[in-house]
């Protein structure tokens, strides 16, 4: 089955500074990779994700780009805002059949205001 | 508010007790997922209805059990609970089986003591 490591485990920085994740995955047939944000005690909510089709993606503030040679994906957060402070999941999943994503075990984001 | 609802928000039980977890997926989402959420285990797929029917089963102990009603709403069983099954219970929904964007319930915080 497909296996996702997600690094650094904690990040922190200053306000304004940028903020990256990265992500390894190991099936090479993954083709969909979402990411969501956690806030303490809410649900995971999708902020952004990039099909195998694509190698980088940007909304606002926040980019994904993709390496399917390297296999891995990384979340990069610019301008980071106190609001930023989260618990940031990758994941990674096969489209077609039964999609079901396999979750990395999460950043933990802190953005020191 | 992702249009996924949970209910109850809290349950504390005891070891050894049942409990059930109900969800109502968005409107017109027709496919409903269960996630445990631990410390140390981070997010785990349990398992995945579509349209009433069983579609994938993840790491799911034969203790759980879930199904989906005619309405669409779903209910996931927890017998013999013990300790280690105190944990986040999420719920997910999406328009299809291979509709890649999941929509994250509020979750029930399940504690066994």
């Known amino acids: 089955g497909e296996n996702v490591e997600q690094h650094p485990s904690t990040l922190s920085v200053q306000e304004g500074d940028s903020a990256v994740i990265k992500c390894t995955y190991s099936?090479?047939?993954?083709?969909?990779f979402p990411w969501y944000k956690q806030e303490l005690g809410k649900r995971p909510q999708l902020i952004i994700d990039i099909r195998s089709n694509v190698g980088e993606k940007k909304d606002q503030r926040i980019a994904v780009t993709l390496n399917k040679t390297a296999k891995h994906f990384s979340l990069h957060i610019t301008e980071t805002q106190p609001e930023d402070s989260a618990v940031y999941f990758c994941?990674?999943?096969?489209?077609?059949?039964?999609?079901?994503?396999?979750f990395g075990r999460g950043t933990s984001l802190i953005v020191h205001p | 508010d992702s249009g996924v609802t949970q209910t109850p928000k809290h349950l504390i039980t005891a070891t050894g007790q049942r409990v059930t977890l109900r969800c109502s997926p968005r409107s017109g989402d027709l496919s409903v997922y269960w996630y445990q959420q631990s410390l140390d285990q981070g997010l785990q797929f349990l398992i995945q209805?579509?349209?009433?029917?069983?579609?994938a089963k993840g790491n799911i102990l034969e203790r759980f059990s879930a199904q989906q009603f005619p309405d669409l709403h779903s209910e996931l069983n927890l017998s013999s609970l013990e300790l280690g099954d105190s944990a986040l219970y999420f719920c997910?929904?999406?328009?299809?089986?291979?509709?890649?964007?999941?929509?994250f319930g509020p979750g029930t915080r399940l504690l066994v003591l």
């Open positions: 994941a990674a999943s096969e489209s077609g059949g039964s999609y079901i994503p396999t």
């Open positions: 099936d090479s047939a993954s083709n969909y």
């Open positions: 209805y579509y349209n009433g029917e069983e579609r």
């Open positions: 997910a929904s999406s328009l299809l089986a291979e509709q890649e964007t999941q929509y």
